[in-house]
């Protein structure tokens, strides 16, 4: 049985693949005018608002929104700091905070791969984190982007889990980068994406349409940000989006 559903999932996952592929050229050119034309640039984020609807409407995927605080307010720009379970977890997060725009910060691997290259070069921000010197200069392209008015997607774990949704320690870079900017922090977790899309490479992974669920934190205002240092905003953070994932097993 646990085969079949393996094959099944991996059928699924085949499509969405085809769906991603064939909707990203698409929207490729007009991306990429808008990329070059600076003054244009932020009608790229209109635009994979659009994408990412498209691709959820395709893919059959919902998007449960939980503020576990009533009072909650982010202020534009800010840190957006999330878990990272599934691929899932970077197109769906247009469509579901498409209010405030954002570039994301990633692993600078991303640049292998020909399509995504210069999309993701000219529009986010790529981090070399094995070159000091790149790395920080990058942190710098961050405080300029957010001057601009662009809030920042960080995944702080720097990668997906082995064993997901159970978090790995986080690394400082976006708490270093929020009290640099003196912009505040969103904590969210994605509670189930790992079990809608899990990593093509696991054949037997789930991956199935469904109701994504995310969880949005109380903002950690930019006083905060100030008065708090850099490890104290990464337990901070790393408490909240863990308060409503899974246990880690005890060995």
């Given at each position: 049985m646990r085969l079949i559903i393996?094959?099944?999932?991996?059928?699924?996952?085949?499509?969405?693949?085809?769906?991603?592929?064939?909707?990203?050229?698409?929207?490729?050119?007009?991306?990429?005018?808008?990329?070059?034309?600076?003054?244009?640039?932020?009608?790229?984020?209109?635009?994979?608002?659009?994408?990412?609807?498209i691709v959820r409407i395709l893919?059959?995927?919902?998007?449960?929104?939980?503020?576990?605080?009533?009072?909650?307010?982010?202020?534009?720009?800010?840190?957006?700091c999330a878990n990272h379970t599934?691929?899932?977890?970077?197109?769906?997060?247009?469509?579901?905070?498409?209010?405030?725009?954002?570039?994301?910060?990633?692993?600078?691997?991303?640049?292998?791969?020909?399509?995504?290259?210069?999309?993701?070069?000219?529009?986010?921000?790529?981090?070399?984190?094995?070159?000091?010197?790149?790395?920080?200069?990058?942190?710098?392209?961050?405080?300029?982007?957010?001057?601009?008015?662009?809030?920042?997607?960080?995944?702080?774990?720097?990668?997906?889990?082995?064993?997901?949704?159970?978090?790995?320690?986080?690394?400082?870079?976006?708490?270093?980068?929020?009290?640099?900017?003196?912009?505040?922090?969103?904590?969210?977790?994605?509670?189930?994406?790992?079990?809608?899309?899990?990593?093509?490479?696991?054949?037997?992974?789930?991956?199935?349409?469904?109701?994504?669920?995310?969880?949005?934190?109380?903002?950690?205002?930019?006083?905060?940000?100030?008065?708090?240092?850099?490890?104290?905003?990464?337990?901070?953070?790393?408490?909240?989006?863990?308060?409503?994932?899974?246990?880690?097993?005890?060995?």
């Open positions: 393996g094959i099944v999932s991996y059928c699924w996952k085949f499509y969405i693949g085809i769906v991603f592929i064939t909707t990203l050229l698409l929207f490729y050119p007009f991306l990429v005018f808008f990329i070059y034309t600076s003054s244009l640039k932020h009608h790229t984020f209109k635009i994979n608002i659009i994408w990412s609807r893919c059959f995927y919902a998007v449960e929104l939980e503020d576990v605080s009533s009072s909650n307010k982010a202020i534009a720009p800010y840190i957006l599934s691929y899932l977890d970077i197109f769906l997060l247009y469509s579901t905070f498409p209010e405030n725009k954002f570039l994301f910060m990633g692993k600078s691997e991303i640049l292998s791969y020909p399509l995504l290259k210069s999309f993701f070069k000219n529009l986010n921000i790529p981090v070399f984190r094995r070159d000091r010197l790149k790395a920080a200069k990058s942190l710098i392209q961050a405080r300029n982007e957010i001057a601009k008015g662009w809030s920042i997607v960080i995944f702080p774990e720097g990668g997906i889990p082995y064993k997901t949704p159970y978090l790995m320690e986080f690394k400082d870079g976006a708490f270093k980068l929020a009290k640099s900017a003196k912009v505040g922090i969103l904590p969210i977790t994605f509670k189930n994406n790992y079990h809608l899309f899990s990593d093509p490479e696991d054949f037997l992974g789930w991956a199935h349409p469904g109701l994504a669920k995310v969880v949005v934190h109380p903002f950690i205002y930019n006083e905060q940000v100030e008065n708090t240092d850099e490890k104290e905003l990464n337990k901070m953070t790393f408490t909240a989006i863990n308060s409503v994932l899974p246990s880690l097993p005890t060995p």
